[in-house]
């Protein structure tokens, strides 16, 4: 008889953080449902952080003595490590034992244990990767609950101030019940985010950034005679403090290593139109039917967009492959640090080198070899960008001793050389090419902020400020050049038209 295997039950790691608890948390553990055990492997961490009182002794002696029918494990910091610390412990453990989900509940008893089973269900489902209790999605339950209302007027506004950084739609950011996907939790690098209260909101960030699902249920509110170790004041200029630095992350304005959740290659390349930019300056310059060479094209997106618009024979060239779902006439894959590929440059009028110098290690090796290839075509014309490392913003911050590289941006992570009007000229003059225009590029403010009226008036202002001085005010450099004919092209003409003529 064929006997079928019995499905393992999905295991789940209830994590008590403990601080000054032993008188709620027996309660606390009492009060975890053991229905959950019918569908649930369960098993309760504590992890006492290094209290003074006998929270440790107390946990450990019902773990030991309660006759609980599933396994406690308590745990005792030596060293004090924050309410985030305690987490990131706890967590880990949860990664390290291979549970499927992880349950935070405090010790001290405000969050209801009795909820996990219901809070639980989007996790199971695979609907979420993270499930947060929210005390604000029942309307006035919070404060029926005993929440003092300076709390819950802050909770709001923090909330609605973190919803706008992060372009989020979450009821409630500072709760701390919640019930995470161990995967999930792995996915993200939540071992380099505060040691402080403000975990919860650097940990909501990653997530965000990931792009990992949260979903968030109602939970009771209780408030009782516990202690709050929390600085309100504090903990609110360090939640600011964490979504401002997260917004300047995704603007490229600031980099920190814990909100880099999202590894994408060329996938992040986005086209800037609609207002002035390399690539509606692009479509200006390169009429209808135009064969065009991209060289770094970053997944393809300006070739497509060449081909669709104005009916383009576009090549590409990049050390990545092009992005899912865009096709171009000719695609090679290569290192343009070794220079250009073995081409024939004379099939194309246009070659495009847009936001690809500052990648590279050696640019003036490049542009050498890219001349060579262009000698005997001085006709064909190379249109390229660079960010400004001059732009006003850029100097600001350096004023005030910042100068963060991030995932974008002038201070790209990935750039290695940083220009300047006057050496982005240099560098192709000195290699043999005439500047035919250059022109200074605002920010791309509406990529940034959306298309709002504030990123429509700070565009205007921007390009007022070009008018004044592109050096200060130019987010980006775009040139249009064309080799200059090589000695022997100028001989070979200059032979051809003398015979012409010696017939006439």
Known sequence: ????????????????????????????????????????????????????DMT????????????????????????????????????????????????????????????????LAPLKSGAADAVFGSRMLTRGQALKGGMPLYKYVGNKILTWF???????????????????????????????NTNDFHFDTEIIVQFVFAGLRIAELPIPTYYGDEICWVNGLKYARDVVKAVIKARLQVMGLFYSPNFDCASRLNEHYELKLGYQSPHSEVLRHIPPGARVLDLGCAGGYVGVLLKERLGCTVSGVDYYPLAPGNTLDAFIEHDLNTGVPDLDFGQFDYILLLDVIEHLASPEKFIQSLRRGLVQHPETTVIASTANV?????RFMLFLGQFNYGKRGILDMTHCRLFTFSSFRRLFIQNGFREEIMVGMPGPFPLALGEKFISKLLLRLNSLGIKISRGLFSYQIFMVSKTLPSLAYLLARSIEQSELRARL
């Open 1 to 52: 008889m064929c006997m079928s295997k019995l499905k393992a039950k999905p295991r789940l790691l209830v994590f008590i953080v403990a601080y000054h608890a032993e008188a709620t948390i027996i309660s606390v553990i009492s009060r975890i449902p053991h229905y959950l055990l019918e569908t649930y492997d369960i098993e309760v961490l504590i992890i006492d952080d290094s209290s003074k």
């Open 56 to 119: 440790f002794d107390v946990g450990l002696k019902m773990a030991r003595e309660g006759n609980l029918p599933f396994k406690v494990e308590v745990l005792f910091n030596p060293v004090n490590q924050g309410y985030g610390g305690n987490q990131k412990i706890g967590y880990h453990y949860a990664i390290e034992h291979k549970f499927d989900f992880v349950a935070l509940i405090h010790g001290d008893g405000q969050y209801a244990p009795e909820c996990i089973g219901e809070l």
């Open 162 to 192: 973190e919803n706008r950084m992060l372009k989020s739609d979450l009821s409630e950011f500072h709760s701390g019940y919640r019930l995470y996907s161990v995967p999930a939790l792995a996915s993200v690098p939540f071992d380099l």
């Open 390 to 394: 001059g732009f006003f913003v850029s």
